[in-house]
């Protein structure tokens, strides 16, 4: 077992990536409002960024202005460009415009723009995250003009060492098969064979007990010598069957009587007794896989439906049979337990574990991990089961994502205050 961060170490590492998000963020704020030209820097860095009347981002140099807007009422998210020089409109026809957007991982989206009624139309559909490095190029009147900044969002970075000191974990997004199942109650109890009630076959005087209560037996041994009263000779009555001695009736001297003399107890096999309700019962089927989870018992047994009670409980609930291996004798009759039955079995192309996601902003979300930066995944989401989730958008396959302890890049994320600037 992985041992536990100690309290020292934890505060550690937390006061490390709080420095770190700290500086990160810091260099970040400062980039994300820099706009480079190219013959140069562009005056003192804003704090925060010019908006125009569009509610887009202003991008300014000498008398040429170009508002950039990312627009989504109505439509998926794309960019929409109005410019002006000296502070008057420019028919949008007479500039021309590329958008490069580079994400993380180095995945970029070339965007160019058509005409539509006073402004440009870019021709691609900005998915999120919106966190990425912007470049722009404009052409007006012969001249280029050229724009860089950051957009980050819902990105931060953390050091190997210390993401292996808080123990944040990533595992690589693939197909996964999903086991549906219901989750039932029972009980154990013994097949109907398991008792075997074993009589004198003449009656006669017990000489001889030849076994104790809770002796185990084998097939064949020895377990009470008797003399027949007819023929006053003696003889053996053996074990019919393997077992343990549940029942002893028997003492030295006395007459058999016709009675039960021993009564054999074989455990080693044991019977799941699981009640399933009316809306689950057409789902479950002779050999349907079952997952036993037993007291005392750290792993799981696994096992399949063999059988059902004809009759229904006075609570409509229908009985199913699951064979268990006792040989071991770890368990014993009327042992409570939980079961998961599965119901449908389905392979799908991508899939993440549940512990991983979590909220930003109104999407449910992963934390894709490139190099030592981590970034959200919104993701579109399927059927479920067990410790997996479907994934039918947002996420590309063989990404590395965050499975464990993810709610620390959340927590860093949201301190840093990672905006979303349209």
Known sequence: MKPKLSLSLLLLCQFALFSMSSHAMSGQHNNDHAEVSGSGAHGAQEMEPEKGPHRGRMLREGDFALELAIFETGVPPEFRVWSTYQ????????????????????????????????YLRGDTVIYEP???????????????????????????????????AMEIMTETAGPVTLHQTIKVYGKLKLPADAKRSIQARFDGEIKAVHVKKGQKVKQGQLLLTVESNESLKSYRIVAPVSGIVSQLSAYNGEQTAGRELVQLTNTDKLIAELAVYPMDAEKVHDQ????????????????????????????????YWAEIDNSQQMLSEGLFITAEIEVDTIDVPLAVKQAG???????????????EQYEVRMLELGRSAGEWVEVLGGLNPSTEYVTTNSYIIKADIEKSGASHDH
């Open 87 to 118: 502070g008057k409109a420019i028919l949008p026809e007479e500039m021309e415009l590329n958008v490069k957007l580079t994400r993380l991982g180095g995945v970029v989206d070339d965007i160019n723009f058509r005409v539509e009624g006073d």
């Open 130 to 164: 919106h966190s990425f490095v912007v470049e722009i190029e404009a052409k007006y009147n012969g001249k280029a003009y050229r724009w860089q900044y950051d957009n980050f969002e819902g990105r931060t970075q953390i050091e190997s060492k210390v993401a292996e």
């Open 288 to 319: 349907t896989p079952v997952t036993l989870s037993l007291n005392g018992i750290e792993q799981p047994v696994q096992t399949q439906i063999s059988g059902a009670e004809t009759a229904l409980r006075t609570d409509q609930a229908k009985l």
């Open 357 to 371: 996601l979590q909220s930003f902003r109104d999407f449910t979300v992963v934390y894709a991990k490139v190099g």
